[in-house]
């Protein structure tokens, strides 16, 4: 195994910048920060709906000297800092929050109630830590703009909208991010994390979270009578065959060493003990890395569902209607490894080996993916930081199972770690890609 500790005993940090210096600033910088991250947290807005956000972060960015353009994207923000010759960096953070009615009890919990995209109203929560992505970059804009003289190149900082959607990254990309924006040679996020104590960073090079399909199937029968099933075709008993076929899919057509994941997460059906009803629907996430696997999945849902309906002598015109929902599709994130391992060891040399590693790879997605699927030329990284408080990780021996998740209502960083951590290691990593070429 590569030692990351001894890459980064080789680097040599070169510049004015003394890692006490950085800190120090970062430190002085935190009571405002938090101040904005609890007034972000009390006030968080649905994917697509940003629109409070953006409109005080892009406040804060122009008076930092930025050159601010709102409404990329709907509701995206992209903040320019051109400082010279060298790489353009773009710098993500994610705005949205979730249909989550928040159970932390905190005293900056949210309250608000929104209208989701079906119709239903319901709590708003910033739980999937979002606002801690927000906060810490707008931390790490102050202070490379008070550093300006530290680096040389072109800073393109954005904020994404409607991440949880998979949709916003599109958005952002579709409304000209690298034709009417300078594009970018290195990409760089964070995401808060729950398997990871408060400020410890996470570095996973190469594929780092999944690809991530929704899938839709709707079982047809024939209805009935419950007392004459031979008059019917029932697409209960015909759904569940399905539901177990495609356990085959991973445990026995898919090479154990490509990770992939098929989860029939709804199953609904009938509305009588004696009616037989004439459909069934099921929805699928569906889980991989690689696009052939991808592929092979998505094609044996297919035929399976087909195949088992042929079995239950299902006519031809009653045959499943399998629908792929594109619109919901986020690909695979892969964190290019050349960037990765020098950010990773930028990391350990700040922060020391118990506080920046290598983390294995998940099966959660994050559409952060499509600005390095867009031009694989760049150098891209997301990297985790750590959020679970440390007294709680203690008292759970580090059992993430018996801690809140992301997505959880109850979910409640410990945000103080997060935002300077973050902040301090995403200005470091900045630097380091424009460092002034001596
Ligand atoms: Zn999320
Ligand atoms: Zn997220």
New binding site residues.
Partial sequence: MKSYLLAAAALSFAGPLSAATLSDAVASDMPRLMTLYRDLHANPELSMQEQRSPAKLAAEMRALGFKVTEKVGKTGVVAVMENGGGPVLLVRADMDA?PVVEQTGLPFASKVRAVARSGVETGVMHA?GHDTHMTAWLGTARRLATMKDQWSGTLVMILQPG??TGEGAKAMLDDGLYTRFPKPAYALAFHDAAALPAGVIGVTPGYALANVDSVDITVRGVGGHGAYPQTTRDPIVLASRIVTTLQTLVSRENDPQDPAVVTVGSFQAGAKHNIISDEARLQLTVRSYKPEVRKRLLDGIRRIARGEAIAAGMPEDRMPVVTVREEMYTPATFNTEKLAERTLALFQQRFGPERAKVTPAVMGGEDFSRFWLADKSIESLIFWVGGTPKAKWDAAGGDTQKLPS??SPFWAPDAEAVISTATEAMTLASLDVLKKAN
Avoid: A, R, S
């Fill in positions: 979730l999937c991440e949880e992301l997505h």
